[in-house]
T-cell receptor, first 111, second 112 residues
Framework: DAGVTQSPTHLIKTRGQQVTLRCSPK?????VSWYQQALGQGPQFIFQ???????QRGNFPDRFSGHQFPNYSSELNVNALLLGDSALYLC??????????FGQGTRLTVV | DAKTTQPPSMDCAEGRAANLPCNHS???????VYWYRQIHSQGPQYIIH???NNETNEMASLIITEDRKSSTLILPHATLRDTAVYYC?????????????FGKGTKLSVIP
């Protein structure tokens, strides 16, 4: 049983560009959350998707958007990249009401 | 902001028990205590959670004080692979349904 998988594992983007990160939840899970983790800090909650809708959102600007597909997979989009967006982006999946399981993350570097 | 306070770092000798404390004095009656750990450059890993009773699983034990204002995560026989940052998180029931607010955690170093 595959756990939470994220792609790509690493990528480098130029300031001002747009990026899309992908997440496949653990089998049977219907809820996906995204987190941003800057170097040396704990993960910060971006938003959560359930039933293809954004259910909760953290303190992140509208440049951060997402989507959940009918198969429960999810995408995180970031527009107009800033140098400060460089971070590890983590996806966590869960069955509504259950524990959250994290993927290995996507390391985004903005230059 | 995180509702928990943890020491920034701790050392533990290999084979000994590691006891990681956490203060959560403002915890509400419907909030659980969750523990996750993050090994360098990997995603956080769920360890254990509890409401008010002590809990044990194959990874660790969780001891919650009677007033629920603090807790201790116990790794009974620490190994080098337990070296990681440990996060104590307070959240409403079903952590998967609610955002997890991470603090800076405790960096546990297991020493040979």
């Amino acid at each position: 049983d595959a756990g939470v998988t994220q792609s790509p594992t690493h990528l480098i983007k130029t300031r001002g560009q747009q990026v899309t990160l992908r997440c496949s939840p653990k089998s049977g899970h219907d809820t996906v959350s995204w987190y941003q983790q800057a170097l040396g800090q704990g993960p910060q909650f971006i938003f959560q998707y359930y039933e293809e809708e954004e259910r909760q959102r953290g303190n992140f600007p509208d440049r951060f958007s997402g989507h959940q597909f009918p198969n429960y997979s999810s995408e995180l989009n970031v527009n107009a990249l800033l140098l400060g967006d460089s971070a590890l982006y983590l996806c966590a999946s869960s069955l509504r009401g259950g524990e959250a399981f994290f993927g290995q993350g996507t390391r985004l570097t903005v230059v | 902001d995180a509702k928990t306070t943890q020491p920034p770092s701790m050392d533990c000798a290999e084979g000994r028990a590691a006891n990681l404390p956490c203060n959560h004095s403002t915890i509400s009656g419907n909030e659980y205590v969750y523990w996750y750990r993050q090994i360098h450059s990997q995603g956080p890993q769920y360890i254990i959670h509890g409401l008010k009773n002590n809990e044990t699983n194959e990874m660790a034990s969780l001891i919650i004080t009677e007033d629920r204002k603090s807790s201790t995560l116990i790794l009974p026989h620490a190994t080098l692979r337990d070296t990681a940052v440990y996060y104590c998180i307070v959240t409403e029931s079903g952590a998967g349904s609610y955002q997890l607010t991470f603090g800076k955690g405790t960096k546990l170093s297991v020493i040979p």
